[in-house]
């Protein structure tokens, strides 16, 4: 594929039912990144993997979020019990390695009613 | 913890002036230090980046050197175009790879 591909591009839900965003990676990128944007703000790391593994997970913000990435390509950012503050853009990005430059997709924006 | 402080804007410009956005970062480390835009529609673009003190990055007409002295990396263009405006984020690198953002900076050029 040309570059990051995320979906649904738009999501709304309801306040309490769970959500399940999807990450394709740039083929052969073996580090994801998921960031969280926030209306008027920068994007927030969420969570980093190498591989199939999650190296880093420490910006997940409580329990209720989950990422997967169980072949190490795609990736699905999963939230449950959804709150209305969690209504921003979900970004991910992925890049050759851990030393190169990250690719961004175009983002998933979801809002709680 | 690790943070990137930026302008806030908007900033607002006339074409063909000169732009500074200013931007300094904690002094963690040795950190990469990237700009990345938004242009309206579209996803974040990675613009420049530096990855060590004095470097220059620069690209489309853009520049920022990376100041260990100051702890700054601010963005510059000697002459900003209509097609300029965007939001700029400033980014560190930091520990795997992740990037701690600014908050944005949104510059408006009329022509």
């Known amino acids: 594929g040309a570059g990051v591909s995320q979906t649904p591009s738009n999501k709304v839900t309801e306040k309490g039912k769970y959500v399940e965003l999807r990450c394709d990676p740039i083929?052969?990128?073996?580090?994801l990144y998921w960031y969280r944007q926030s209306l008027g703000q920068g994007p927030e790391f969420l969570i980093y993997?190498?591989?199939?593994?999650?190296?880093?997970d420490s910006g997940l913000p409580n329990d209720r979020f989950f990422a997967v990435r169980p072949e190490g390509s795609v990736s699905t950012l999963k939230i449950q019990r959804t709150e209305r503050g969690d209504s921003a853009v979900y970004l991910c990005?992925?890049?050759?390695?851990?030393?190169?430059?990250?690719?961004f997709g175009p983002g998933t924006r979801l809002t709680v009613l | 913890g690790d943070s990137v402080t930026q302008m806030e804007g908007p900033v607002t410009l006339s074409e063909e002036a000169f732009l500074t956005i200013n931007c300094t970062y904690t002094?963690?480390?040795?950190?990469?230090l990237f700009w990345y835009v938004q242009y309206p529609g579209e996803g974040l673009q990675l613009l420049l980046k530096?990855?060590?003190?004095?470097d220059k990055g620069s690209n489309k007409g853009f520049e920022a050197t990376y100041r260990k002295e100051t702890t700054s990396f601010h963005l510059e263009k000697g002459s900003v175009q209509v097609s300029d405006s965007a939001v700029y984020f400033c980014?560190?690198?930091?520990?795997?790879?992740?990037?701690?953002f600014g908050t944005g900076t949104l510059l408006a050029v009329q022509p």
């Open positions: 083929s052969g990128h073996t580090a």
């Open positions: 980014a560190r690198g930091g520990a795997t790879n992740k990037l701690i």
């Open positions: 002094a963690t480390g040795y950190p990469s």
């Open positions: 530096a990855t060590k003190a004095d």
């Open positions: 993997f190498q591989g199939t593994g999650a190296a880093d």
């Open positions: 990005a992925s890049s050759l390695d851990t030393t190169s430059r990250q690719f």
